[in-house]
Structure formats: structure tokens, C-alpha cells
């Protein structure tokens, strides 16, 4: 490839401690903004028959580093927010530079994830975090524009990349 | 003789360098035994291997040598005579000279090569080689190299930081490794260590296979030397020099010649691994056996040692070089000896290694921790005091070094070696010590980075702790100088005097906090160190600190107590309250130590114990206003609830964090941490110094308060011998602690401190037993608790009651024996409180007490019980034991008590009586109340009257709730209490408690069909039935019938149970009546009684009792029932139909109690693998079988038989439950606290007989009633057999276990067996062995898996088929493949789950189940992308094919022609090409 990457040398940031819950086994868990959190980052805890436990961290990868979304802080706690009466998530996140052309497979592999991995009936909007994105506007409306996702996710391309992502074992 | 023939082989074996170590050692042995057993000489041994001796070969003679040497090791306890040992020592020495000589022939050859013009790196080369074929080549090279003009090899790169580089030859390349501290490589003799030149001819353009024979070649003609010989040698040498008396030893001349010859001649540091770990035990050896032999080389010794330990890396041989060192310094220990001029030097070589920095990764196996190198490091320097010199210095500069494993072992090789040095030398240091442990206590014990506290934190307590160790040695071996550095110092002076200005501890800033609370811990420490220390410090620092606290003088405790108030009450000074605390507590300390040193100790005169004394009386004032004054400001954030806690925590912490503040002394408190707790009040001073845990204050406040208890702790336990503390003082300090305790019950955080206080007080007193304070302790503290129990008084929590009591009874026996005694006066007032005049206030005690006795009393008995047989009793105890009457008295008392209270009561007549038949009847107007509202007295419009009746109806029954509730719960805590003290008494205390129970229980109003037991063998069932009536039982009958069973069921195996015929009668008889505790006791007694009945004490044997209880009826009843029941309808008219009915629940009813019964007796039985435990098991069988019931079941269409119907289901529900009884653990009864006979693995046994028969029932049967319950029995007995066994059958059960849950999942009850059931589902799923089991049935459970995962009723059932789900994705994927759909369709469903865990489960399923796919997927892709791959692929399978074939063809299978395949091979090449 000669056109080189996109951002070369990303800041790679630590990766934050989660907090830890204490569940009430008698009452009704609500949804919030850890839980999509944790699912984006989920730790994936697979059991081996026979040999014992092994733990593997399946988060998101970036599509140009073998880093994850969380270390290029791509994403933190605070940029999803949900809203459970209406059924709605907000997920903002910020691309590491402005002229980002990966930003709408990260938008993507979100989605993705959350169609996957959460309760069908919330609604969820992905969006770019203001100011963070040079083609902000048209970058929110292709990634929340069911159409454009839906053939997106038909392009054989696209789709194997954003499986690439999310399905990785590089990290 | 021995077979020489034998003999030679086995040399010949052990010769030929091709067979296995195993095989040369054990020819070593043989021969070795061949000698011990005297068949062959040592010296025809010599004359037999004289070839191998003396043959020109190298390699044959080296492994003759080594194989004389090895049988020489075997030998060690073989006595042999001086001339042989000679003559092997001759022999032996001879060849360490040979090899001398060679290795210097070596070096003048080697050295022209060394010196040549270029080289090479003789490390990378030797590792290339490996070196270990060769190791003396290296020996030769680095002699070369010292030829050559670059220094002693053995000079170069010690492991002191310095780049161990080293020119090899005027032009070489250099090759070393640079030695930071120790870093051992594969060869660690190699790196830093040798660098050798080898002509340039032999560098360039040749091959490594090359430059092995050129080396090989080279040595050979350096002329055949002996170096291969070494090793046997040394072996031989060693094995001689060990040898012990008895058996022939080497004479010292001997000893001395070999000493000499390897000192002169080897070259130690030039030798393998292996070899100089010989060479160092041989020395070690030689230094401590033949010391005089040895001593007389004098400097050649010394001067060899030196030469042979410097630049020694390997860890292993470092512990032998240090020891080595030590015994030389031991050796010669005069200042004039020979050590004195190598002394410097040595030392020199031996402070390299000071600090040990080792940097072994630990999974590497090393045979030497860097601990113990540590250690012997550190007792080589302690060697001599003629390394005082230098190593103090060293030490000290260390120590101020920046690294923290630096600072600790310096501190610690100070504490050692100050000992060992002397006063004297090292009184030179004092000024330049203290200023050090000053520095570090000040600075390194308490400053942390905020960033790096949690990695630091261990090793800077650690510093903290040996610097007050230091310290202390330091103090008390100078005669004073030291401590008036301390006193003088003026860091301490300002921090000293500058207490004024701390008023409050808010107000203090970190930094002096810091300061302050090092300077309390110095303080505290020299004040500790001894009498003198401690008179100075007290005479220096204690007035002012009095002062500052506005303490006066006061001897007489009447005097001026209101100017003492005033002053008090002014704020008070933390700075010199926190520092006098501390001072009090060393001079306790101090105190207590000589008091068990000397018991009656005369050190009343000591300044300090005068002061103290004057003061006491005062500072108990003064800390009992503190805390008076401290209890109602402070704010007690213990008490907010457990969430805000962990809130306030973190808070804490980042408060920490932001302020960088030092390890925070304090207290977190919390229940789970209460543990730590208990640790830290116990020896605070202790953890003060040490800082091991890091606490936390939740509020400052309490820091004052928290000390005011442990001065008031402090001050009542001096010992009494010192009578410091006047008797006045002491009983302050009791009633101030007891008033906490009774009355600052709503402060739990001072409370526990309090009673915590009083405890160590107590067990102060128990072990120094001063007869004066035991009676002040008595009186104010024992008895004022042991009233808390009777009183009336309900403001205290009871909960609280219990613990004060708990705790203050087991500090010492005489107060457990009082406690005990209220308690038992209390338990039988509260009956009869309860029962006389319905009081159900004391209930709540009386429950908390009895439980407090079961687990608690009964247990610390049994403790006291065990020592006292063991004889580790104090004395004292003895006479508290024959007034006792023995300790096994204390159960038996309670329970004989509690019989004969029941014997003297009346209650069948109570008050309480009628006021609970009131309530019952008030109870069933209740239950009528609501039809009647409805059908009628809503016409007559009287809806309101109405309503009243149903309000109060309803109240009576709330209270006749609580009431009834109450009194179970006290029956069961006094049933519990029962068998446990039963069960802790040994068998004839049992006996008397039986007789006693049963004349109770005999002579009791409900007992009335004593006679015809006496007169009829057999009672019937029916006969049984009419005797007593199901609900003729009062509340005391049922307390008597229940607190005998208890007795029954905890008795042992040894016990006679006189009159037993007439116990079993009873119990069946109240077992009819669905009295558990009966069942379980007849159980006890079937489990229990010798199966042998030639016993002639017994009046009853096993077989007839099991007779009897089979023969009676309650077995026949749980199958026969319905045959007397459909008797009755047959013959049944119109009008008797109601009545049959009611008849007819009656006899189910009785069915199913005495199913539960059997069930108990079959436990009974089945625990000691009697055999009749099968009928048992058939009489269930046929209550589930349809054989059974059939003719009960009734036709749908009758109205009237719904109830039967009903009646019938319960029964078989009740005998399959009874299947769980049958193989469960009970904490009720039948367990090994209760002495149950129980054969191992009866479980096991159980499972196989059951599991046939069920199986096949549940095979036969086709009623879905029937199946439903026969399921149901099966999972009882999967869930309770252990998992082993269940996996070993698991292909049979996985199908009827799914079957079993699909039909548990119909029922909301029985959601618990259910989840049970699935859990052993999950067991085999993840065994390894149920594996295959779970291939074949992955279908049927993946289904049955995705059915639970919609469980509506129990989270826990959800998450654990998601987690089996997961756990099913790792099965072959070809198997499960086809599932994926549904599972991930279910998976979706339980996304949107209520509860948050179960929605992350599924999340982790999805995932893996997903990846499944995408796996699939990829391989597929990336199979069509990486075509190269492809080719590959296909021309593996090319070959493999074509091996196939060509094995085929050798067969004869003759199919393909191999051209034909050699062109399909040719026609793919070409394309992986491309």
C-alpha cells in the first residue's frame, strides 16, 4: 500500500480501571451507559473443557492500529449515554484526528457490536463527537441512515473488515 | 568373592561413555555394594580396574578415576584400614598435581596463541562449543589470555557494577559480559570472565565444525593432560576428607598435603560449574574437619582461599565461598594473625557482592534463594571484627542509597553485625549511625510518593521495622552514648517542643504529623530497650509532657480533682497525649518482660515506675474525660450504612492520593475487616512501628478517643508486681470501660474498643493471676456483665448482650463457669416467664443465649476439654476442676436442669396456655370471616360491624403469628442447644440425662398407652392412630416429646438407652403425628445401636428394633393405605361419604408422615450400610409405581375423587422427597458432631442400587403422574451423589437428567432442584470424562439448555444455562454447528434480560457462539484468499496420498502407477510457483 496510513503515530492511552459493581440480586438491573460500555470492551471469558479458564480481552480493534478503540481513547465512559424510558443510546465518539476517513468504520463496528450484542429494542445513534471531525455532519448521517448501513454491511469489502475489527485476535 | 566377571562389567559399564547416567550410577552401585558386603575388597577392586587406572586413553582413565572415586562416596560407613587411605589419598593428590602441572604446561603453549595479534571473543566461542564438553579448555584460554598481557582472568568483571570487558590479546575483540551485580547466564563462569585469543588462521573462512577439531587437536598435543582426571580427583578427595571416625580417616599430614596441593596448584576460578563447587566443598570440608591440620599453612591458606573465591559468580557455589569465608575468620580470630594482612583484601572481595542484587526470574530453578545468599553473605562479614573497618562505612553508605532492598539489608546487616562487633569498635560509628537511622526512620519510613505507594508500601514498612530493630540493639549494647544522642538530638528537641502547637490532631499539618509520630516510635523504642533507657527518657521528657497535658502531680486520689477539671477541660493537647501514650505503653512493655524474666522484680525504685506512679492516677482522670468529652462531639461514620461506606473509602483514598499523604494511621471500620481489626487493637504500639497494614481513620476525632482507650488498656494491665498502678486506678479505669459497655452501646465503634480493652485485661489477668485484681475484675467487670443477661432491662441491643458476655466469659474459665451459671439460672427463669406469664419480650434473649451456648460455650468447653487431657492446662485449672466436678459437668448440668425445670412445671394449665387456644380460635374466625362477609352480611347491610370483626379478627391472628413463630424458634434454639450439650457429654453423663428424660416422658399426661405397650409385643397402626389423636398434643407435650428426641439423636453409639422398646414405640407413635424430631431420633437409634445383639447390656438389639418398626405398621401404611381406604368405599353407603372422606385425607395424611418418618429410619440405616435400607427403598418404589396406585387413582368424572386424587399425588410427591432425606447431609442430625456411624462411600452405594430401579421404572411407567415423580426422585438422588460418580455414568443419565429438568421446569417450588439439577449438568460439562457423554447428546442439551435460558423465575437458573452454553461452544464444531441458529435466536431474547448479569452472560455466549461462525467463515476466506496456501495444501495432500500409495503398493495394493502421481505433482508445482 503506498498511500501510507492515516494517522501514523496515534497517541496510545492507558487503559482505565473499571468500576466495580455491587449487584443487588432482588431487583431489576436497569440498563446504563457501563453496561454498553462493558459490552463494547467485553472481557470475553471462554471456558476451555478440561484444561481451565482462559481469559482473552476481545475488544474492538482500530482499524488501522493493533490497538483498541478504549486505548486510542476513542471512546470513555462518559460519551455514551442511555435512556431507558425512551429506549434510546447515545454513543459520541471522538476519531483521533480530524480528517479521519475511518471514522465511519469505527461508527460501523460499533454498531455492529451493539446490533449484536444488545437488546434489539433501543434505538441507537452513533455520532462523532462535535468539533472532532472535519466532515462531521456527513459522517453522523450515513452512520445513523439505516440504508447506507444495511449496504455497508452487504459490501463483501466493508463487511470483512468491520469483522476484522471486531473479531480480532491481534490486540 | 565376587564374580569378577560381574564386576568387570559393571566398570566397563560405567566406563563406556555411551550408556545412560541412570545405568552408570547404577553400576556404582553395585559395585559398591559388592565391597560393603565384603564379597569384594577395596583393593582387588583396584587391581581389577588397574586398566582403566593407567591407560593412555584420557576418557577411559578420567571415568576409571571418577568410578573410584563415586564407589569411595558409597562407602563412607564402611570402616577401612590407614593404609589404604593412605594409599587412595596418595593417589588421589597425585592426580590434582598432574593436572596442576598440565594446566601450567597449558598456559606457556596457549599463551603465544593468547597473545597473537587478533582474537576473538572467547565467551560467544565457548558457548558456541559448548563449553561443558571441554570445560578445562577454558581454563586453558583464560591462562592464555593472562600470557597474553591482559591481567588474571579471574581479576576481570566482578560483579560490582563495572563493565566486566576485557581486551583479549593487543588486537582482539573483546567479549564479556558487563557485570551489573550478578546476572547469570547459561555459562555464567564464561561471561565477563574469560577472553580468549585464538590465532587468526583459525577465525577466518572456517566453519564452527572446523574450530572444534582445531581446538580438540590443539589440546591433544599440549600433551595428553590430565584435566579429564579432575573431577574424579576432587570426587575422591572429598569422599576421603568426609569420612567420620569410626570408620578410618584421613591423618592430618594427609589432610594437609591435600590442602596444599589444591591450594598451590588449581586454578579454582578456571574450572566448570560443577568442579569449583567440588574444589569449595572440599575446602569448606578441610577448614572445618582438620582445622589444626589446615591452620598451620597459615598465609599460603589464607592467601589461597582468597585467589580461589575472587570473581565467584554461581549462587550456589557463592553460599559455600561465604561459609568458607566464615569458618577461615573463625579460625584465626586473633587481630595478629594471618588474616589481619589479608583482611582488606578479602574483604574487598566480599563486599562486592553487598547488596545481593539478584536477578534470577523465579521460575528458573536455581538451587540457591537469594535469601539465603543474603544470610550467609551476612554471617561472613559478622565473621570478624577485623572487617569493622570497612564494612560499617559500607553499610552506612548503602543505606542512604535509593533503593529500598538496599536500605533493608543494610539495616539489617547493621543489626547483626553491631552485635557481633562489639561495643567497643563500634563506638567510633555512634555519631555517624545515628544520623543515618535518623535520616531513614525520618524519611524513608513515611514519606511516599502518592504514585508509587502501593508497590513501595511493603518494602518501606519494612525499612521502618528493622531501623526500630536497629535501634533498639544499638541502645542497649552502648552504654548510653547513643541515647544521649537521641535525647540530645535537636530534631527531636523541636518536635518535642513544639507539642504546644498541636492542639487538635485536624490541626496538626501532615508533615509534622509525620515527624511527630517518628519521634513517638523513637521514643517508644528507647524507652523499651531497658531500665536505664527508660529511666532517661521518662526523666527527660515526661514532666514536660505532663505539663503539656496540664497533669499535675498527684499521690493521694482525693486532693485537688477541680483544678485538675479545669485543666482538662481546656482542648486537649494531641501532640503530648499521642507521645505519652506511646511512652506508657513501652514502659508496660518493659515491665512485662522483666515480670516474666524474674517474677518478683524489684524495679519499683526505678525512676520511671516512681513517676508513673505518681501520675497514674491523674491520667486515668485524664483519659477518662477525654473520652467522656470525645463521646458526644465526635461523629461516628462507622454507622452510616455499608453503601456510603465504600463511598466514604474511596473518598479517603483520593483524599490520600491528592494530599500525598503518609501511611494514615487508622482504623477502617468495617465488619468484613473486623478480623484486622482484632490484630491491630491488639497490639497497636506493635503495628505503630511495624505499619504493616495500612488503616484508615474515618474520622480524626476518633484518633484521640481511640487512644484513650488503650491508655486506660494500658494502665489496669501493668503487672501487679511493679504496683505502679494503685488499686484505685485499676477499678477506674473497670468502671470507666464498663460504663462504655453498658451504656455506649449506640457507639459500636468505641463499644467494641471497649470490650476489646477489657478482654485483654481479662486475659492479662487470667495469665498473671494477681489475686487482688482478679477480685476487682470479678466484681466490677464479670459481675455487672453477667447481670446484663437477667436483666429486665431492654434499652441494650441483645445481640450486643451476647457478645459482651460471649467475649468476657472466655477470657479465663472461672468467669466462663459464673457465666455459665447465670446463664442456666437465666434460661430457666425466661421459660418460665414465657410460659407463666406469656411474656415473649425475654424470648428474644433467651433464643440469642441458647444459640450463644451451642456454638460458642460448648465448643471453647470442648478446647479446654482436649487440653486439659493433653496436660496443657495451667495448674490452677486443676482445682477449678474438682469444684467444677469435672468440665464435662457444665453440659450435663444445663441439661439435667432443663429436665428437671420441664418435670416441675405445670404448664399444660398456663395462662399462656389459654391465651394461645383464645388465639387459635380467633384464628379460624379469621378464616371464616371472609366467605361470611360475602355470602351473607352484605344483604344485611352490616358491612361496617363487618369490618371491625375482620380488622381485630385479623390482629389477633397477626399477633398469634408472632406468638406462634416465636415460641418455634425458641423450641428449635433450645433443641439445638440440647443435642449439642448432649452431644459434647461423654457416655455415662448420657445415660444419666436418658434415664432422666425418659421418667419425664414416661410419666407425662400424653403419654397414655403405657400399658398396653407393656402388655401388647406390637402396636398396629390403627391401634397407634387411636391411642393418640393428631392434634391432642399440647405445647408442652410437644416440648417434651421434641427435647427428647434431641437427647436421643446426639447420643453416642456407646450409650445404653435403657427402656428402648418403649422409646421406639413413642416415637412412632408422634411420628404419625408429623413430629419430625421423632423420625430423626428413631433414625439416630437405628444408626446407632450394635448391629450384634449378643450384647447383654443391651435389652434390645438392632434386629428387633428394625423389626419392630417394620412389623408396626409404619411401613406397611405408606403402601397399604389405599387398600384400607378403598375397603371403606366398597362397602360405603350415601351418608358415610363425607365422613369417608375425612377418613380418607386423614389416612394420606398419616401416609405421608409416615413416609417422611421412614425416610429418616432408612437415613438411619443406609449411613451404616445396613441391608434393610432396601426395603425401605421398595416401600418408596411402590408409593411412586403405578402397581401401587392404580387402584386409589380414581376416574376423572367423579367430582368427589378430585380430593383423593390430590391426596394420592401428595403421597408420591412426599415419597420422592423422601429419596432426598434418604442421601442428603442434615446439620439436624445423623452427623459426625452427633456421633452418626457413617461407612465411607455410602452415597456411592446408594446411587448404584437406585439407579437401576428408577431408571427402568421410569422406563415401564407410562402415567405421566408417575413418571413426573419417579423424575423428580431421580434428581434428588443426582443432585446429592458426588460428581465423580455421576460423570462415570453419565452417557445413561445426561438423557433422564434433561428429561428430569425439563419436567422440574413446569413447577415454580421446585425452582430450587431445578437449579441444583442444572448445576450438575453444568459438572459434566465441564468434566473432562463426561465429555464423549456430552458429544453424543449435544443436540438434546443444547435444546434443553435454550428452554432454561427463558426461566422466568430464578435469575441464578438463567445464568447458568447461558454459562453451560458457553461452556457447549468448545464442543467439535462439526456437532454443534448446526444449533447455532437457535442458540443465537435464544441468546438474542436474553440480551434484554432484567438482570444485568445474566444480559453480560449472554453477551459472552453471543460472543462465542458467534464466533463460531466467524471462524468458520474466516478459514473459508482466507482459504480462497491465500491461494499460495491453497497449492500448499494440495500438494501435501499430494504426498500424503502418494505415501499412502506407496505403502498400499508394498501391500501389494497396486492402483495408481507412481508416474502418474509424480505428473499430478509435476502439475501443481508450477502454480505454487507463481
Not at chain 1, 457490536?113 to 434505538?123: I, T, V
Not at chain 2, 562486592?352 to 530453578?365: R, V
Not at chain 2, 479517603?652 to 468495617?670: C, N, Q, Y
Request: proline fraction near 3%; charge should be negative; charged fraction near 20%.
Amino acid at each position: 500500500m503506498t498511500l501510507g496510513l492515516i494517522n501514523a503515530n496515534p497517541v496510545v492511552h492507558a487503559k482505565k480501571e473499571r468500576i466495580a459493581r455491587t449487584d443487588d440480586l432482588h431487583c431489576d438491573d436497569n440498563v446504563d451507559p457501563l453496561d454498553i460500555y462493558d459490552i463494547l470492551f467485553a472481557i470475553v471469558v471462554a471456558f476451555d473443557l478440561g484444561v481451565g479458564w482462559i481469559h482473552f480481552v476481545r475488544d474492538i480493534r482500530d482499524p488501522e492500529h493493533p490497538y483498541s478503540l478504549e486505548q486510542l481513547s476513542v471512546l470513555s465512559e462518559e460519551s455514551i449515554t442511555v435512556d431507558e424510558k425512551l429506549g434510546r443510546i447515545l454513543i459520541t465518539f471522538t476519531p483521533t484526528i480530524q480528517h479521519c476517513s475511518m471514522a465511519t468504520v469505527i461508527g460501523l463496528c460499533l454498531r455492529v457490536k451493539l446490533k449484536d450484542c444488545f437488546p434489539p429494542h433501543f434505538k441507537v445513534d452513533i455520532k462523532v463527537a462535535p468539533g472532532s471531525h472535519a466532515d462531521e455532519e456527513s459522517v453522523n448521517k450515513q452512520l445513523n441512515d439505516k440504508e447506507r448501513v444495511a449496504a455497508a454491511l452487504e459490501n463483501p469489502n466493508l463487511r470483512q473488515l468491520v469483522d476484522e475489527c471486531l473479531y480480532s485476535n491481534d490486540l | 568373592m565376587a564374580d569378577s566377571t560381574q564386576c568387570v562389567e559393571h566398570i566397563e559399564s560405567f566406563v563406556d561413555s555411551s550408556t545412560s547416567p541412570a545405568q552408570q550410577a547404577a553400576s556404582v552401585d553395585a559395585i559398591a555394594s559388592f565391597v560393603k558386603n565384603d564379597t569384594l575388597t577395596l583393593e582387588s577392586l583396584v587391581r581389577e580396574m588397574e586398566m582403566y587406572l593407567t591407560t593412555t586413553d584420557n576418557i577411559i582413565r578420567a571415568r576409571g578415576i571418577l568410578l573410584l572415586a563415586e564407589v569411595l562416596t558409597c562407602l563412607a560407613s564402611k570402616p577401612l584400614d590407614n593404609v589404604t587411605i593412605s594409599s587412595l589419598v596418595g593417589f588421589f593428590t597425585e592426580r590434582l598435581l598432574w593436572v596442576a602441572s598440565d594446566g601450567g604446561h597449558g598456559d606457556g603453549e596457549i599463551g603465544g596463541y593468547g597473545g597473537g595479534p587478533s582474537g576473538i571473543g572467547g565467551g560467544t566461542l565457548g558457548s558456541r562449543f559448548g563449553w561443558r564438553r571441554w570445560p578445562w579448555v577454558s581454563g586453558l584460554m583464560a591462562m592464555g589470555v593472562s600470557i597474553g598481557g591482559c591481567g588474571w582472568p579471574w581479576m576481570v568483571g566482578r560483579g560490582d557494577g563495572e563493565s566486566g570487558g576485557c581486551g583479549g590479546g593487543q588486537s582482539g575483540s573483546g567479549c564479556g559480559m558487563s557485570g551489573t551485580g550478578f546476572s547469570w547466564t547459561q555459562w555464567p563462569w564464561v561471561s565477563g570472565l574469560v577472553v580468549v585469543g585464538v590465532p587468526i588462521g583459525l577465525v577466518e573462512l572456517k566453519t564452527e565444525l572446523q574450530y572444534g577439531h582445531e581446538l580438540a587437536e590443539l589440546c591433544e598435543c599440549l600433551g595428553g593432560a590430565d584435566w579429564k582426571a579432575l573431577r574424579g580427583a576432587l570426587v575422591g578427595c572429598l569422599a576421603l576428607v568426609r569420612r567420620k571416625g569410626n570408620y578410618g580417616t584421613v591423618t592430618d599430614s594427609e589432610a594437609r598435603a591435600i590442602a596444599e596441593s589444591s591450594l598451590q596448584t588449581l586454578s579454582v576460578q578456571a574450572l566448570g560449574q560443577h568442579d569449583r563447587k567440588l574444589c569449595f566443598e572440599l575446602l569448606g570440608c578441610l577448614l572445618e574437619r582438620y582445622s589444626d591440620a589446615v591452620m598451620a599453612l597459615d598465609d599460603l591458606l589464607v592467601y589461597g582461599v582468597c585467589e580461589a573465591i575472587d570473581g565467584e559468580k554461581d549462587p550456589e557455589c557463592l553460599i559455600l565461598t561465604f561459609h568458607i569465608v566464615e569458618v577461615l575468620a573463625g579460625l584465626f580470630p586473633d587481630t595478629d594473625g594471618p588474616l589481619t594482612s589479608f583482611a582488606e583484601g578479602l574483604f574487598e572481595i566480599l563486599g562486592s557482592y553487598f547488596p545481593i542484587h539478584f536477578t534470577h526470574s523465579k521460575g528458573e530453578d536455581v538451587g540457591a534463594r537469594r535469601e539465603e545468599l543474603s544470610k550467609s553473605l551476612m554471617l561472613a562479614f559478622a565473621s570478624t571484627p577485623l572487617f569493622e573497618q570497612w564494612a560499617i562505612p559500607l553499610f552506612l553508605e548503602k543505606l542512604s542509597s535509593s533503593l529500598p532492598t538496599a536500605k533493608v539489608e543494610s539495616l539489617k546487616y547493621l543489626s547483626y553485625c553491631t552485635v557481633k562487633y562489639g561495643a567497643e569498635r563500634m563506638a567510633k560509628h555512634v555519631g555517624a549511625l545515628w544520623s543515618c537511622l535518623k535520616d531513614a526512620i525520618f524519611t524513608s519510613a513515611f514519606a511516599l510518593d502518592a504514585e508509587s505507594r502501593n508497590s513501595m508500601e511493603f518494602q518501606v514498612n519494612e525499612i521502618a521495622t528493622e531501623a526500630f530493630l536497629l535501634l533498639r540493639k544499638v541502645i542497649l549494647q552502648d552504654d548510653g552514648s547513643f541515647l544521649s544522642l537521641i535525647l540530645g538530638d535537636d530534631d527531636i528537641n523541636t518536635v518535642m517542643n513544639s507539642l504546644a502547637s498541636f492542639k487538635d490532631y485536624d490541626d496538626i499539618p501532615i508533615q509534622s504529623k509525620e515527624r511527630l509520630h517518628a519521634v513517638g516510635c523513637i521514643l517508644s523504642v528507647s524507652a523499651k530497650a531497658s531500665r536505664a533507657s527508660c529511666n532517661r527518657v521518662f526523666e527527660r521528657f515526661f514532666p514536660s509532657l505532663m505539663d503539656a497535658l496540664g497533669v499535675s502531680v498527684q499521690i493521694s486520689s482525693g486532693g485537688s480533682r477541680r483544678d485538675e477539671d479545669h485543666a482538662i477541660s481546656s482542648k486537649l493537647n494531641f501532640g503530648a497525649f499521642y507521645v505519652s501514650v506511646n511512652l506508657l505503653a513501652a514502659c508496660r512493655e518493659l515491665a512485662v518482660g522483666f515480670d516474666e524474666v524474674s517474677p518478683i522484680a524489684t524495679f519499683a525504685n526505678e525512676t520511671w515506675c516512681l513517676m508513673l506512679h505518681s501520675f497514674s492516677s491523674s491520667l486515668t482522670r485524664l483519659f477518662n474525660r477525654t473520652l467522656v468529652t470525645r463521646m458526644h462531639e465526635s461523629t461516628w461514620v462507622a454507622y452510616v450504612p455499608s453503601a456510603d461506606r465504600v463511598a466514604a473509602v474511596q473518598l479517603w483514598k483520593s483524599k490520600l492520593r491528592l494530599e500525598g499523604s503518609p501511611v494514615v494511621l487508622g482504623i477502617w471500620f468495617v465488619e468484613s475487616y473486623e478480623l484486622e481489626l482484632e490484630k491491630f487493637l491488639g497490639q497497636l504500639l506493635f503495628v505503630l512501628i511495624n505499619l504493616r497494614y495500612n488503616f484508615f481513620f474515618l474520622s480524626w476525632t476518633d484518633f484521640p478517643l481511640f487512644f484513650a482507650v488503650k491508655g486506660l488498656q494500658i494502665l489496669a494491665t501493668f503487672p501487679g508486681n511493679f504496683l505502679v498502678v494503685p488499686k484505685s486506678v485499676f477499678e477506674d479505669v473497670l468502671m470507666q470501660l464498663i460504663s462504655i459497655i453498658t451504656l455506649g452501646f449506640d457507639k459500636t465503634f468505641l463499644w467494641k474498643m471497649a470490650l476489646k480493652a477489657l478482654v485483654d485485661i481479662g486475659l492479662f489477668l487470667d495469665k498473671c493471676r494477681d489475686s487482688e485484681m482478679m477480685k476487682s475484675f470479678n466484681i466490677i467487670v464479670v459481675e455487672r456483665i453477667v447481670s446484663l443477661m437477667s436483666s429486665d432491662d431492654f434499652t441494650m441491643p441483645s445481640p450486643l448482650k451476647v457478645e459482651a458476655i460471649s467475649n468476657i466469659g472466655q477470657t479465663s474459665l472461672t468467669y466462663m463457669l459464673r457465666t455459665v451459671e447465670e446463664f442456666e439460672k437465666t434460661i430457666s427463669a425466661n421459660l418460665s416467664g414465657l410460659y407463666v406469664h406469656g411474656n415473649l419480650k425475654s424470648a428474644e434473649i433467651t433464643v440469642q443465649l441458647l444459640e450463644w451456648y451451642s456454638y460458642k460455650v460448648l465448643p471453647w468447653y470442648g478446647v479446654i476439654l482436649r487440653r486439659f487431657f493433653l496436660l496443657i492446662v495451667p495448674s490452677c485449672y486443676f482445682s477449678l476442676y474438682q469444684s467444677a466436678g469435672g468440665f464435662e459437668e457444665v453440659p450435663l448440668r444445663f441439661s439435667v436442669s432443663v429436665w428437671d425445670q420441664i418435670e416441675n412445671s405445670t404448664y399444660s394449665s398456663n395462662k399462656f396456655q389459654e391465651k394461645v387456644s383464645v388465639l387459635r380460635f380467633s384464628c379460624v374466625v379469621f378464616l371464616l370471616t371472609p366467605s361470611s362477609i360475602f355470602c351473607w352480611n352484605l344483604e344485611t347491610s352490616d358491612v361496617h360491624l363487618c369490618i371491625i370483626e375482620l380488622a381485630s379478627a385479623f390482629l389477633v391472628y397477626w399477633e398469634n403469628d408472632c406468638v406462634i413463630k416465636c415460641l418455634q424458634k425458641l423450641l428449635s434454639a433450645m433443641m439445638m442447644a440440647m443435642k449439642h450439650a448432649v452431644g459434647s457429654c461423654l457416655a455415662d453423663g448420657q445415660s444419666i440425662i436418658v434415664d432422666k428424660a425418659l421418667s419425664i416422658v414416661l410419666s407425662s399426661t400424653f403419654f397414655p398407652m403405657k400399658d398396653s405397650i407393656y402388655s401388647t409385643p406390637l402396636v398396629g397402626l390403627k391401634e397407634l392412630q387411636l391411642t393418640l389423636d393428631l392434634d391432642s398434643f399440647s405445647s408442652r407435650d410437644e416440648w417434651v416429646v421434641s427435647l427428647f428426641a434431641s437427647v436421643i439423636i446426639a447420643l453416642r453409639p456407646q450409650t445404653r438407652i435403657s427402656n428402648i422398646k418403649v422409646v421406639v414405640q413413642l416415637f412412632m407413635t408422634t411420628l404419625l403425628n408429623g413430629h419430625v424430631p421423632s423420625a430423626q431420633a428413631l433414625g439416630s437409634i437405628v444408626n446407632k445401636l450394635p448391629s450384634d445383639g449378643t450384647d447383654a447390656s443391651k435389652d434390645f438389639s438392632l434386629e428387633e428394633v428394625t423389626n419392630l418398626i417394620f412389623s408396626s405398621g409404619v411401613c406397611s401404611s405408606c403402601s397399604n393405605g389405599h387398600l384400607t381406604i378403598s375397603s371403606h368405599t366398597n362397602d360405603g353407603t350415601e351418608t358415610s361419604v363425607t365422613h369417608l372422606r375425612g377418613d380418607c385425607i386423614k389416612t394420606r395424611a398419616l401416609q405421608i408422615h409416615a413416609v417422611v418418618g421412614l425416610a429418616w429410619i432408612g437415613k438411619g440405616l443406609l449411613m451404616r450400610g445396613h441391608e434393610k435400607v432396601k426395603d425401605v427403598i421398595m416401600t418408596f418404589l411402590n408409593c411412586l409405581l403405578p402397581g401401587g396406585n392404580d387402584g386409589a387413582l380414581p376416574s376423572k368424572q367423579d367430582p368427589s375423587k378430585d380430593t383423593e386424587e390430590q391426596e394420592v399425588l401428595r403421597l408420591m410427591k412426599s415419597a420422592a422427597d423422601a429419596f432426598q432425606i434418604l442421601i442428603s447431609d442434615s446439620e439436624a442430625c445423623l452427623n459426625r458432631r452427633f456421633h452418626a456411624t457413617i461407612r465411607p462411600l455410602y452415597k456411592q452405594r446408594f446411587f448404584n442400587i437406585v439407579m437401576p430401579m428408577l431408571l427402568s421404572s421410569i422406563v415401564k411407567s407410562d402415567a405421566s403422574n408417575t413418571r413426573s415423580m419417579l423424575y423428580r426422585a431421580l434428581a434428588h438422588v443426582m443432585i446429592d451423589t458426588p460428581l465423580s460418580a455421576i460423570v462415570s455414568e453419565a452417557k445413561k443419565l445426561i438423557p433422564v437428567l434433561l428429561d428430569c429438568l425439563s419436567m422440574l421446569s413446569e413447577d415454580v417450588l421446585d425452582k430450587d432442584i431445578l437449579y441444583n439439577g442444572l448445576l450438575v449438568l453444568s459438572g459434566i460439562l465441564t468434566d473432562i470424562n463426561g465429555q464423549e457423554a456430552v458429544v453424543d447428546n449435544a443436540h438434546i442439551i443444547i435444546k434443553r439448555l435454550i428452554e432454561l435460558v427463558s426461566y422466568p423465575h430464578m435469575m441464578l437458573i438463567r445464568e447458568t444455562a447461558i454459562e453451560c452454553l458457553v461452556a457447549m461452544s468448545e464442543l467439535p464444531h462439526a456437532r454443534i454447528y448446526p444449533m447455532r441458529t437457535q442458540v443465537l435466536l435464544a441468546i438474542s431474547k436474553a440480551l434484554g434480560d432484567r438482570k444485568r448479569v445474566v444480559r453480560q452472560e449472554a453477551v459472552r455466549c453471543r460472543q462465542a457462539w458467534s464466533d463460531l461462525i466467524y471462524l468458520s467463515c474466516s478459514f473459508f476466506l482466507s482459504f480462497v484468499r491465500n491461494f499460495s496456501l491453497y497449492v500448499d495444501l494440495v500438494f501435501i495432500l499430494t504426498r500424503i496420498i502418494f505415501f499412502w500409495l506407496s505403502v498400499a503398493n508394498k501391500q501389494g495394493f497396486n492402483c495408481i502407477k507412481k508416474s502418474e502421481i509424480l505428473k499430478t505433482e509435476r502439475r501443481v508445482l508450477p502454480s505454487s510457483a507463481r
